[in-house]
């Protein structure tokens, strides 16, 4: 018997990416419900470094991983952390991630992520309009810095890719830095200024918003655990914790990393794994910076926000551990204060999980599974920057559109 459909599109997931895919339907006139057990923009899209990263068309993956990678598995003063018995119970994964450092492979993944990066603000914009959040917005740059001549040598030929994916920049000298930004205490080689990128004075707000003017336009809201997906003919049928089921034309899970756990979304198959991310904040020194300021060398950014100023990034490959590392908090305690001089202790530790792939690409397209189950999940570390055009890309799958751009490179069945 052909089930009774109620919604055209039903979104599992309330963080950027989930929001933006519900609220670019609903602009289409679809009608749209979206599911999440916690509240809008309270996971991953709560504690990010703020930036609206055009620029950040460079993976974690690189080259010099491979050669650094004893130092950085056994370093506690690195960006990157492991926790050893999560990475030997999942060697498949760090074999494949590696893999992905070759050069070759590097380049391939650059010039995707840069076509996607390029689409970013057309994404974004219109639902900035729509819910009326310039306010949260900040338009003015961001700011790499390096410590040492060697740090930047070695990131100038991934500088020169971004210039080739249509990134613009300024290099600055010491001077320059300290004219920008006369806050900052650490040893300073040199800056790169990159243009036109901006930054969100409160990241949750900013999903909270979008989320508020979904429902006013008549977009749903559950606050609820989707557990299993059945794909039936040309429909699709959720279940719920409660036990109660909601039908649906397609359903897309944008759960992030905890898109996994629900049965039928043809999630398992996939190498979807998790890039631990920590952050603190302080909250009386948002005055500190005037943008987010990436200490490259560190591999953090201090961003200033309305609640303050927050110290977020690094890496942890540790899944979804729920228990903060206290060795990831202490790095950047201790490096914010070589940045700013003595500032102290922390008002707020936060940990996440970023949905990551080891080829550091997105998954966003049709399920292996089943044309009517969507992906939208593995933005890694630019969730907030791509979640405008990934929702825009869902709505029009949703519609059976197809995108203004190829979207072949982020399909989720590269991996099966």
């Not at 900013?206 to 006013?216: K, N």
């Not at 897309?252 to 979304?265: M, N, Q």
């Not at 500032?343 to 949905?355: A, S, V």
Request: charge should be neutral.
């Amino acid at each position: 018997m052909q089930q009774e459909v109620k919604y055209d599109l039903v979104v599992v997931g309330a963080g950027i990416v989930g929001v933006s895919c519900a609220l670019w339907a609903n602009m289409r006139g679809l009608k749209v419900l979206i599911v999440d057990r916690n509240e809008p923009g309270s996971g991953a899209s709560y504690g990010n470094a703020g930036t609206i990263a055009t620029y950040a068309c460079i993976p974690v993956n690189n080259p010099a991983i491979l050669s650094e990678l004893p130092k950085l598995l056994f370093s506690k003063d690195s960006p990157l952390g492991f926790s050893w018995t999560y990475v030997l119970r999942n060697m498949p994964w760090m074999i494949s991630f590696l893999r992905n450092c070759a050069p070759r492979r590097v380049e391939t993944i650059i010039n995707n992520l840069g076509i996607l990066l390029s689409h970013a603000d057309a994404g974004l914009d219109p639902l900035i309009e729509e819910a009326a959040c310039q306010d949260l917005m900040v338009s003015n740059d961001c700011l790499y810095v390096w410590s040492t001549q060697k740090g930047f040598d070695k990131a100038w030929p991934y500088n020169q890719l971004r210039k080739e994916n249509g990134v613009e920049f300024d290099v600055l000298d010491e001077q320059q830095i300290k004219d920008l930004e006369p806050n900052l205490k650490l040893p300073l080689y040199k800056g790169v200024r990159y243009k036109g990128a901006r930054h969100v004075r409160d990241p949750q707000a900013l999903v909270q918003r979008m989320h508020t003017r979904l429902v006013e336009r008549g977009g749903e809201w559950r606050k609820a655990n989707a557990t299993k997906i059945d794909s039936i003919s040309d429909s699709v049928k959720i279940t719920l914790e409660s036990g109660k089921t909601v039908n649906a034309s397609k359903v897309v899970i944008a759960a992030g990393a905890h898109g996994k756990s629900i049965e039928g979304a043809g999630i398992r198959q996939l190498p979807l794994d998790t890039e631990r991310g920590h952050h603190i904040s302080y909250r009386n020194l948002g005055y500190m910076v005037s943008r987010p300021v990436g200490w490259a060398d560190a591999g953090f950014y201090a961003t200033p926000m309305d609640t303050g100023l927050r110290i977020a990034g690094t890496v942890e490959i540790a899944g979804l551990d729920p228990k903060p590392s206290s060795n990831r908090i202490q790095y950047l305690t201790t490096k914010a204060n070589e940045m700013f001089g003595d500032i102290g202790e922390p008002d707020e530790e936060w940990l996440g999980f970023r949905p990551t792939f080891p080829d550091a690409l997105p998954a966003i397209g049709a399920a292996p599974n089943s044309k009517n189950i969507l992906h939208a999940f593995g933005h890694q570390h630019i969730g907030l920057t791509l979640g405008g055009i990934t929702g825009r890309i869902i709505a029009d799958l949703a519609e059976n559109r197809k995108p203004n751009f190829d979207i072949s490179a982020f399909d989720p069945k590269r991996f099966t």
